[in-house]
C-alpha cells in the first residue's frame, strides 16, 4: 500500500517535470526526456524494492527442522544435524 503511494507520487514528479520539459525543449525532446527519467526512476524504485526485501526476509525467517522438530536459523539443525527444513514466518 505505502510503496503504491510512493509510486503515484513518484508518477506526479515525473509528469510535472515531463510537463516543464516538453514546455521549454518543444514536445519530441522533452518526451525523450520525461520517458528517460521515469524509466530511470521506475529501474531505481524496483532495485530498492527487490534489494529490501531478501533482507527483510533472510532477517525474520526461521526454520523448523523436518527429523527432529527443533527451531532454529541458518543452514543446518543444530540439534541433529540435518539440512532438512521448512521455513517458518
Ligand atoms: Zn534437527
Not at 44 to 63: C, D, E, H, I, K
Request: aromatic letters at 16%; hydrophobic letters at 50%.
Amino acid at each position: 500500500m505505502n510503496s503504491y503511494v510512493r509510486m503515484f507520487v513518484w508518477m506526479g514528479i515525473t509528469g510535472a517535470m515531463s510537463f516543464l520539459l516538453i514546455h521549454f525543449f518543444g514536445i519530441v525532446i522533452g518526451l525523450a526526456f520525461s520517458f528517460g527519467i521515469f524509466i530511470l526512476f521506475n529501474v531505481m524504485m524496483r532495485r530498492r524494492a527487490l534489494g529490501a526485501n531478501p533482507g527483510q526476509m533472510n532477517f525474520s525467517v526461521t526454520y523448523r527442522c523436518i527429523a527432529c522438530g527443533h527451531k532454529f536459523k541458518g543452514g543446518m539443525c543444530p540439534r541433529c544435524g540435518s539440512k532438512m527444513r521448512k521455513p517458518e514466518f
